[in-house]
């Protein structure tokens, strides 16, 4: 198990053989600082995809030189992403990252027919939050892709969530289903929704992990919380993976975390044919340098040296 950014990219670095990502719209100093980043701590090669011209300027301005870079030349703003994401789908390239680009274009190119990396299956945003005076590493879905999810899309989610933290060394992830309260009550329909999955992961239906809602986030977060309400948690204080009712929630709680908790973020899409990485343009380096390594982990170990 990872308890930190750091944990997670040593690990990333040690990752053999050496993993390539993509960097779509790569015209971008903070990208260029990305590509100086993991490159000088080993951690992957890098193909630039963009305006050469501009990209080959700001790199000589950066003092940037690396035989672990390479630029791909596209300087229409409409087919850039179309020519990153091919490098992933025919397996020149193992990771797709977003760089100076606008979300809805980039997603576009991860769902393209032809080049892109569709698997059938929902995409949802996986959010890992490296917070200051806590314990070890949490995680929120899906603040960044379903803006209103069904208990069908919840469902779905889930099984797209809980086995990257398998895969990360949590056995059985703690799972905060949140809500406003934790009374089923058919008014709120996110109350109703998380006392169903709960059953569900009684039924074995969901992956492996420890569910408990509906749950207020104070009570998920705090045992004396649990304990004035009188309410018996097996998760309180020690949640990994908190699912949000809705976009807004997830947005409003990852940006608080950052504002106020000074907390760095991490995030990656799952449910496609290989990792996207996804950071908002104005994340900071270490935040997008662990997203990558996150992303690094996430590919396994099944590359041919």
Known sequence: ???????????ACGRRPRRTIAIAQAAD????????EVTAIGLCDVILVGDAGKIRALMAADGLESEHISVVDEPDLEKVGRAAVSLVSSGRADVYVKGQMNTSDFLRSVLDKEVGLRTGRQLNVLACYDEPGEK??????????????SLDDKVEI??????????????????????????????????????ALVEMAGRGELPAGVYEGPIAFDVAMRPEAAGEKHINSRISGDVD???VPNIET????????????????????????APVVMSSRSAPI?????????AILACGNDKEE
């Open 1 to 11: 198990m990872y308890q930190s950014f750091d944990d997670i990219i040593k690990a």
């Open 158 to 195: 889930l099984k797209n969530a809980v086995p990257v933290l398998h895969r990360m060394g949590i056995t059985e992830p703690k799972v905060a289903l949140l809500a406003a309260n934790e009374k089923v009550n058919p008014k709120m329909p996110a109350t109703v929704d998380a006392a």
């Open 241 to 243: 993976l908190f699912l």
């Open 286 to 294: 270490k935040g997008k340098v662990a997203s990558i390594a996150w």
């Open 29 to 36: 100093e903070k990208m260029i600082h990305v590509a100086r």
């Open 250 to 273: 997830g947005n409003c709680m990852g940006k608080a975390i950052g504002y106020f908790g000074k907390g760095l973020t991490a995030n990656i899409v799952v449910g496609a044919a």
């Open 136 to 149: 070890k590493l949490f995680f929120i879905t899906d603040g960044g892709m379903t803006i209103a999810p």
